[in-house]
């Protein structure tokens, strides 16, 4: 492998390590934006990298995030978005609550159990997964299976993401599959919702009706021919833009077929038209001033408007999300993908001068962008080294 990729690798587990306190994982080291906290998201994603490299600092600083975020769970069963232990600062959410913080937490508790059999950590965080299990099914509000999430409430705070989102979908799939092989149980619901998500968020002809959400807006979506994963689908409609990280989640979780495969590869080439090498966009295509979605994001921040077209959730390309979705094609056997992703990423870092693991890249330009020295990218960085390993070892890594 490339030296100055594993030269890069060391430095992300280097800058983990750095981030990693008595309580648990900060987000980045910076005091700015709240970002030197333990947030839910960040806290369990860089431990999921650790776990991924063996790294005992990272896994002991993952054990000690989901200790801190159960120790602040809201008596309703939400899972604090982030927490500032030193300072007695729990949040659970801004302009809206973060149903990412729950979904991150389970999968996050499961895993390191599966990696360690530390018994008397599981025990202890039990009761907090049974509250966050509670909740989550809770937010399902019409019991059948999909989870809502308001806008502004999981990662993508400033975008307008919301209703049954494909990531947060995933993600609680993932956590509950994690659930049952903790359980040693098989779950037959579970297995039909999972054939349910596959059928919606990718709608395709003859599917059985049964499963099919909302049968108008499917078949105006049938008539889009999306050549991936679908972001979120509402009551109305169902939303065909492309989300980085639940597609990334979606292909870890779902078998695709070698139609579904050619489709998503010629999204990855179709892309390379708008956006320099092969480089995913958090969400694509981007808003512009004008269009509808604009009217919904550009008040929609705490501490000052980021959502230009081609920067932080409008289109920026963030680490994290690209190392995830290079496991996923990992997992779908999509090597000479995986390769030109990885290349087109490590290409573009000479080219920023001094890498500090900023937050994003900006599309149009490909320079570094947001704050830096974040845990995220570090992450995004793990993920990529590690997806060149053997399928099998990171599906039995990620509980899959």
Not at 356 to 379: H, V
Request: one cysteine or more; hydrophobic letters at 40%; aromatic letters at 12%.
């Amino acid at each position: 492998m490339d030296t100055s990729f594993r030269r890069l690798y060391n430095d992300a587990l280097a800058l983990l390590r750095q981030l990693t306190t008595p309580y648990g994982i900060l987000a980045s080291a910076l005091e700015a934006d709240n970002y030197k906290k333990i947030w839910a998201r960040d806290g369990v994603i860089c431990g999921i990298a650790g776990l991924l490299a063996e790294d005992e600092t990272l896994m002991e600083g993952l054990k000690n995030t989901l200790i801190t975020l159960a120790e602040n769970q809201h008596s309703s069963g939400m899972i604090p978005s982030n927490v500032a232990p030193d300072k007695n600062d729990v949040s659970y959410g801004s302009l809206a609550g973060r149903v990412d913080a729950n979904t991150w937490f389970m999968v996050g508790a499961c895993l390191y159990m599966l990696h360690t059999g530390d018994s008397k950590t599981w025990q202890a965080l039990l009761p907090a997964l049974q509250k966050c299990r509670s909740f989550l099914k809770t937010i399902e509000f019409n019991g059948k299976g999909w989870i809502y999430t308001p806008l502004s409430g999981n990662w993508a705070d400033e975008y307008p993401v919301h209703g049954y989102t494909l990531y947060d979908n995933v993600l609680r799939i993932w956590g509950e599959s994690l659930w049952n092989k903790m359980q040693g149980e098989a779950d037959e619901q579970l297995r039909q919702l999972k054939e349910k998500t596959l059928t919606n968020f990718w709608p395709r002809e003859d599917v059985p009706q049964h499963l099919v959400y909302h049968e108008p807006a499917f078949k105006e979506a049938l008539k889009a021919s999306v050549p991936h994963f679908l972001a979120f689908i509402l009551p109305g409609a169902y939303d065909t833009r492309f989300d980085a990280a639940g597609n990334a989640l979606a292909l870890l979780h779902f078998q695709l077929t070698p139609d579904r495969k050619t489709s998503l590869l010629n999204f990855l080439d179709t892309l390379k038209h708008s956006v320099p090498g092969t480089l995913l966009p958090a969400f694509w295509p981007v808003v512009r001033e004008g269009d509808r979605d604009w009217e919904l994001m550009k008040n929609n921040y705490a501490f000052g408007f980021k959502n230009r077209p081609y920067h932080f959730h409008n289109g920026g390309i963030w680490p994290v999300w690209t190392g995830l979705f290079c496991l996923g094609l990992a997992a779908s056997d999509l090597r000479e993908a995986l390769t030109a992703v990885v290349d087109s990423l490590t290409a573009v870092i000479p080219e920023n001068g001094t890498w500090d693991f900023p937050e994003y890249l900006a599309a149009d330009t490909l320079r570094a962008a947001g704050k830096s020295q974040m845990g995220f990218t570090a992450s995004g960085i793990v993920f990529m080294y590690k997806a060149f390993q053997n399928k099998d070892d990171i599906r039995q890594k990620l509980g899959l």
